[in-house]
């Protein structure tokens, strides 16, 4: 274990940037001097910022830090790539407490590389403080899209179809186990915690929370097939805040279908186990990192041609108000934005 103070700042960046190199060709300089220098030529630039907070985001007790950093980088791709874009630069702002090593930071650089690598993005510049009390990271990812192409939050208008990527509830699941975990680890005394945590069967929610992937290739299966969604965002909060966020930007109303909500498996059988409602979980969950998006009622057969797309309900007057229908038809529950909230979870 090497301590920080045995680098210092500047040879504690130095260690963890030496050996970036940049591939966009909008990077014109990256780290190693007081701004990163950026050429857009004539596309519109996106930028998006996302702040992780240890205790508030993250819990290092069952987060490794590898994961830790990819998922960091990736949480700020998915906002570019929910803008219909393609994400270029990031930049890192990291603020750590003693008790991190210079093999800690190694570890959370090794996994923010590894999602820069895999999505083509160069890390061109941060900044490096200590904290008193924590891990806390803040990132700013850049990209871009043509004019014509970048899709709002608010282009969203009646009748459109309301489509989502993959399914819905795992991640959130995931988190559940995790925590359900740390109570049996916490409540055991030192002799009894040799042994390993089963999550057998429960692999890929643990996967989707824990690693979680931008939804690069649905942005680009869209594209190819000629579909522009008219309205789009991502799921971090959960679909029924994401949802209603569209509605209010694009001064809408909506039905969606409650037996259409994507469901893997493993989430239904979870959510039972842990006596939760499976619907709830997918509508309030949150961290599923999916797409969210509208498309006119024209394109219904071309998205219906799309892998790992489902059409769960339409864009009404906002008259009509937000509504989920329940299984058969049954009755309309009113959607309400009962996802995660980071002020709440700080109380
Ligand atoms: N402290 C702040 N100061 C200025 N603007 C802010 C601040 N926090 C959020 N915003 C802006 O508010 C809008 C909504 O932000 P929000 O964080 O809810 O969206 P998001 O980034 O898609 O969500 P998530 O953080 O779950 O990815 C964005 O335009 C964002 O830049
Ligand atoms: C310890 C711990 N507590 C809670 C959560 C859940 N959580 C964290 S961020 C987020 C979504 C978007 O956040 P933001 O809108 O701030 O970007 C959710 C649902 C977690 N992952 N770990
Ligand atoms: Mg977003």
């Not at 969604?229 to 029924?240: A, F, K, R, V």
């Not at 489902?310 to 009509?320: D, F």
């Not at 229908?325 to 009962?338: H, K, S, T, Y």
Request: aromatic share 6%; proline share 2%.
């Amino acid at each position: 274990m090497t301590a920080i103070s045995e680098l210092g700042e500047f040879g504690l960046i130095r260690h963890l940037t030496e050996n970036i190199k940049s591939k966009n060709d909008s990077t014109t300089f990256g780290i190693g001097d007081d701004c990163a220098v950026l050429d857009y030529c004539d596309r519109r630039t996106l930028v998006t910022s996302d702040m992780l907070m240890e205790g508030i985001h993250f819990d290092l007790v069952y987060t490794p830090l590898k994961h830790l950093g990819y998922k960091a980088a990736v949480v700020n791709f998915s906002d570019i790539y929910a803008m219909n874009g393609t994400p270029r630069q990031l930049i890192v702002n990291i603020a750590v407490s003693r008790r991190f090593s210079v093999e800690n930071l190694d570890d959370i650089y090794s996994g923010l590389l590894l999602a820069c690598e895999r999505y083509g993005v160069d890390l061109v510049g941060g900044d490096t403080s200590a904290s008193v009390t924590g891990l806390a990271l803040s990132l700013t990812c850049i990209g871009d899209a043509k004019a014509e192409d970048v899709v709002y939050r608010h282009g969203a208008k009646e009748t459109d179809l309301i489509c989502v990527s993959g399914n819905l509830g795992a991640a959130y699941l995931g988190l559940q186990l995790l925590e359900r975990e740390k109570k049996v680890f916490e409540g055991k005394n030192i002799d009894e915690t040799s042994a390993q945590p089963d999550f057998s069967g429960h692999e890929y929610l643990l996967e989707r929370f824990l690693k979680p992937e931008a939804r690069k290739d649905i942005v680009e299966r869209l594209r190819d097939a000629g579909i522009r969604p008219t309205s789009m965002i991502d799921i971090s909060d959960g679909l029924s805040s994401e949802l209603l966020h569209i509605c209010k930007a694009s001064q809408t109303g909506c039905r969606i279908y409650e037996e259409r909500l994507p469901l893997d498996y493993q989430t239904a059988l979870c959510a039972e186990e842990f006596n939760m409602n499976v619907s709830t979980c997918a509508l309030n969950g949150g961290e599923d990192y999916e797409l969210l998006f509208t498309v006119p009622l024209t394109d219904h057969d071309k998205i219906a041609q799309i892998d790992d797309v489902r059409e769960i309900g339409y864009i009404t007057k906002a008259e009509l108000g937000t509504a989920l229908i329940g299984r058969g038809d049954a009755e309309e529950i009113p959607l309400r934005a009962q996802g995660w909230d980071a002020a709440e979870s700080g109380k």
